[in-house]
Nanobody, 124 residues
Framework: QVQLVESGGELVQAGDSLRLSCAAS????????VAWFRQAPGKEREFVAA????????FYGDSVEGRFFISRDNAMNTAYLQMNSLNPEDTAVYYC?????????????????WGQGTQVTVSS
């Protein structure tokens, strides 16, 4: 199975940009779809973005559409989340997820593999 490790979370100011990374190890990363979810204190884990194994046709949660961008580098076994125009509502622990299922879902229950998360804090 694939193991995932997120990095790049930090404290930033409103309006800043930040890029998160998700390093994968284990069986070939290219066979997995990847996604980012986030969880703020006291809230449910929320879908952020997902990208199929071929790197085409990304889709996003409504709250980040147009500001966040997911990408992957299969040669580097890494996925990324570029976050722009950050605001305090984006403060959360961000999780990387992977699945071998071809048809990707916004439902966290459809994702089999998870990283430990990285904290993003946006100050106003």
């Amino acid at each position: 199975q694939v193991q995932l490790v997120e990095s790049g979370g930090e404290l930033v100011q409103a309006g800043d940009s930040l890029r998160l990374s998700c390093a994968a190890s284990g069986p070939s990363f290219r066979v997995y779809g990847v996604a980012w979810f986030r969880q703020a204190p006291g809230k449910e884990r929320e879908f952020v973005a997902a990208l199929p194994r071929d790197g085409r046709d990304a889709f996003y949660g409504d709250s980040v559409e147009g500001r966040f961008f997911i990408s992957r580098d299969n040669a580097m076994n890494t996925a990324y989340l570029q976050m722009n125009s950050l605001n305090p509502e984006d403060t959360a622990v961000y999780y990387c997820a992977a699945t071998a299922i071809v048809f990707l879902s916004r439902n966290r229950g459809d994702w089999q593999y998870w990283g430990q998360g990285t904290q993003v804090t946006v100050s106003s």
